[in-house]
């Protein structure tokens, strides 16, 4: 198994498959289907891919795991949940968030309804 050389993107909200088969080449721009963690031991790594890409890594590559991309996995600030099945959240440390000592960090699934009484 092989893992790929990863270039960093500015995240937009947009989610676009970023495979690039080499250096020269543009990322291929695709509405993204797979959001992947290479790794998520810090400093993790994360890919967006379409469909086709993921069948390539999935037969080539390792990779720790895997959900359907969604906006909030292209979203600065975004948190990777482990629970399964695995999905993207917002983190924030707004200070008046939750009711949290300020600095705490507040974790939302944007998937479900907020509730700032509850821990999430």
């Known amino acids: 198994m092989t893992f790929p050389k990863l270039t960093p993107t500015p995240r937009a909200a947009d989610p676009r498959c ?30 967006l891919v379409c469909d086709e890409h ?3 890594i999935q037969r080539d590559m390792a ?16 948190g990777w949940l482990l629970s399964t099945p695995s999905r993207c959240v917002m ?5 008046a968030c939750c009711g949290k000592p300020a600095g705490a960090i507040c ?14």
Not at 18 to 46: E, S
Not at 107 to 120: F, G, I, K
């Open 18 to 47: 970023g495979w690039k088969p080499d250096d020269n080449t543009p990322p291929h721009g695709a509405p993204a289907t797979w959001h992947i963690a290479w790794t998520l031991v810090q400093p993790a790594d994360f890919s």
């Open 91 to 95: 983190a924030t440390t707004d200070d």
């Open 107 to 120: 974790v939302h699934d944007v998937t479900q309804p907020a509730d700032h009484t509850t821990e999430n």
């Open 63 to 78: 990779y720790a795991d895997r959900h359907p991309a969604e906006v909030v996995c292209d979203m600065p600030g975004t």
């Open 54 to 56: 993921m069948a390539t």
